[in-house]
C-alpha cells in the first residue's frame, strides 16, 4: 500500500467515524430519496438517520471485493430489511469538479453518499 493510499485511508476513515459532524475532515453526508424514505416511513425518522450513522461509523468489514484500493471509501450493509450502501467520493472545495489531490484536506470536500442498493 502506498503513502497515498494511506492518507486517503486515514482521512476517509476519520472522516466517516465522526458523522454527522465530521469537523477535522471537510465533508458533506447525502442520502438518496430511498433513504430518506426509509427514515420517514416511522414516527421518528431521527432515530433511524441516527441508527444509519451509527452502521456507517463502526462500518469495518473491508475486505478485496468492497475496498480493492485499500482507501475505505465503500461499504454495503443491511438496515430495516434492505440493502445499503454507502460511497465516500472526492471533489474540489467548489465540488464542481474532482479534487486534484484526496490527500490534501484542503483541495478536498469529501462527499459521503448513502443510498440503498437498489439504486446503484
Not at 53 to 76: S, T, V, Y
Not at 88 to 102: C, K, M, N, T, V
Request: charged share 30%; proline share 6%.
Amino acid at each position: 500500500m502506498t503513502d497515498k493510499t494511506k492518507t486517503i485511508r486515514s482521512l476517509n476513515d476519520r472522516f466517516r467515524q465522526a458523522i454527522p459532524s465530521a469537523l477535522d475532515v471537510p465533508g458533506r453526508v447525502v442520502m438518496t430519496q430511498g433513504i430518506q424514505a426509509l427514515c420517514d416511513t416511522e414516527a421518528e425518522p431521527a432515530l433511524y438517520l441516527g441508527h444509519l450513522f451509527k452502521l456507517i461509523r463502526e462500518f469495518d468489514n473491508f475486505d478485496a471485493n468492497n475496498d480493492p484500493h485499500g482507501e475505505h471509501d465503500f461499504g454495503a450493509f443491511d438496515f430495516r430489511g434492505e440493502k445499503c450502501f454507502w460511497k465516500i467520493d472526492y471533489y474540489a472545495p467548489d465540488l464542481q469538479w474532482g479534487s486534484e489531490d484526496p490527500t490534501d484536506p484542503a483541495k478536498t470536500m469529501r462527499v459521503l453518499t448513502l443510498m440503498l442498493a437498489s439504486e446503484y
